[in-house]
């Protein structure tokens, strides 16, 4: 079984600019939820879906959204790009809420 | 408001040592508890999952366990090899305001010597 897969896996942009990152989860997973991991705050949480819908979301500013499709696939969003939002982005996938979570390789997003 | 704690910060051992990693949590209403191991700049890799039911859960030369009472998980890794340099996570997940969330602690750089 395939596991968690995200594009681009590298990313270099500019103040400014925006970004669409892109999350496919394992097959049968219902439930993507995206991370920002730096090295100063470590692991932490964005949002998650489930059956295309937000379920849950953590305190980062409105600039940062997301969606996902009825194939479970994921996209995130960053407009209006700060120098602070270089990071790994990290994406999961599960089957409910309760259950085990795996994750893609990331993205690192670089903003010059 | 969860918050989880690792203790060592950084660890480094001796090839063949058995070891320890503490992983401690502020509110015991969890469900579940993950451990992971990262590798520099990659994605993180599941190792054990521990239901809120459970104590402890079993993997080769990994064993986690989890005491929800006193807000204390830790992960055995017995006869450490050098391959187990990473990284290790854990994972507390429940409920908190606006559903259902996981958080992360800091984690445990862990050196293993040849």
């Known amino acids: 079984k395939a596991g968690v897969t995200q594009t681009p896996r590298y990313l270099i942009k500019t103040r400014g600019q925006q970004v669409t990152l892109s999350c496919s989860p394992i097959s049968g997973h219902r439930s993507v939820s995206w991370y920002q991991q730096t090295p100063g705050q470590g692991l932490q949480f964005l949002f998650e879906y489930f059956s295309e819908t937000q379920r849950n979301k953590g305190n980062f500013p409105g600039r940062f959204s997301g969606r996902q499709f009825s194939n479970s696939r994921s996209e995130m969003n960053v407009s209006t790009l700060e120098l602070g939002d270089s990071a790994l982005y990290l994406c999961?996938?599960?089957?409910?809420?309760?259950?085990?979570?795996?994750f893609g390789p990331g993205t690192r997003l670089t903003v010059l | 408001k969860q918050e989880v704690t690792q203790i060592p910060a950084a660890l480094s051992v001796p090839e063949g040592e058995n070891l320890v990693l503490n992983c401690s949590f502020t509110?015991?209403?969890?469900?579940?508890l993950q451990w992971f191991r990262q590798d520099p700049g990659k994605g993180l890799t599941s190792l054990l999952l521990i239901q809120s039911s459970q104590r402890e859960q079993t993997s080769g030369r990994l064993n986690a366990s989890l005491d929800k009472s006193s807000g204390r998980s830790t992960l055995y890794i017995a006869a450490s090899q050098p391959g187990d340099s990473a990284t290790y996570l854990c994972a507390a997940g429940g409920e908190s305001t606006g559903g259902f969330k996981t958080i992360f602690g800091a984690g445990t750089r862990l050196f293993v010597k040849a």
């Open positions: 999961a996938s599960r089957t409910g809420e309760y259950n085990e979570q795996f």
């Open positions: 509110d015991s209403a969890i469900y579940n």
